[in-house]
T-cell receptor
Framework: QQQVKQSPQSLIVQKGGISIINCAYE??????FPWYQQFPGKGPALLIA?????SEKKEGRFTISFNKSAKQFSLHIMDSQPGDSATYFC?????????FGAGTTVTVRA | DAGITQSPRHKVTETGTPVTLRCHQT?????MYWYRQDPGHGLRLIHY???????DKGEVSDGYSVSRSKTEDFLLTLESATSSQTSVYFC????????????FGSGTRLTVV
């Protein structure tokens, strides 16, 4: 049973467009919400993360929005570039464990 | 990935044989994890370690065992490989502080025929 539900499974966006990936969770014990980026043949790499006491965090073209009451969080990729084409995973953690969403494959068309 | 080495990178094995995957880290991180990655499931935790000889089960631990005799090495053993264990296996580490920033290895692609 997936503790973190992620959607969509895949998306295609034009260069310069906005990519939006959504995640939802049930366990209110989660206190850390990172996003990972994975390129083919590589391991996931930490992209950006947020704690539940913050509603938004921005790093460059990547923004996390967090809605604690709805138990939802999302990743926005602004001005999407072909180099952003990758699989993105949301995750939620507490203690020493992280639970991952199923992943979203993003394709940016030039 | 520079501080984590997984071996082998690829392996094909027969059903019923034991298989051991190795994760080696040079960062002296306390916590180490084994995940498997399958389409539609993301990454699922198999086992983790919070110190030498200290390990615990994750959500998909059946058919797997682990050992950690040194800080730098975390071994994952498939006791009797089955086709359902065909997957990409990732090792990850993190420091012992409150930072959840895991570092992942490059993965081992295992095929059980």
């Amino acid at each position: 049973q997936q503790q973190v539900k992620q959607s969509p499974q895949s998306l295609i966006v034009q260069k310069g467009g906005i990519s939006i990936i959504n995640c939802a969770y049930e366990n209110t014990a989660f206190d850390y919400f990172p996003w990972y980026q994975q390129f083919p043949g590589k391991g996931p790499a930490l992209l950006i993360a947020i704690r539940p006491d913050v509603s938004e965090k921005k790093e460059g073209r990547f923004t996390i929005s967090f809605n604690k009451s709805a138990k939802q969080f999302s990743l926005h990729i602004m001005d999407s570039q072909p180099g952003d084409s990758a699989t993105y995973f949301c995750a939620a953690g507490y203690g020493y464990k992280l639970s991952f969403g199923a992943g979203t494959t993003v394709t940016v068309r030039a | 990935d520079a501080g984590i080495t997984q071996s082998p990178r690829h392996k094909v094995t027969e059903t019923g044989t034991p298989v051991t995957l190795r994760c080696h880290q040079t960062e002296n991180h306390r916590y180490m994890y084994w995940y498997r990655q399958d389409p539609g499931h993301g990454l699922r935790l198999i086992h983790y370690s919070y110190g030498v000889k200290d390990t615990d089960k994750g959500e998909v631990s059946d058919g797997y065992s682990v050992s950690r005799s040194k800080t730098e090495d975390f071994l994952l053993t498939l006791e009797s490989a089955t086709s359902s264990q065909t997957s990409v296996y990732f090792c990850a580490t993190r420091t012992g502080d409150s930072n959840y920033g895991y570092t992942f290895g490059s993965g081992t692609r295992l095929t059980v025929v």
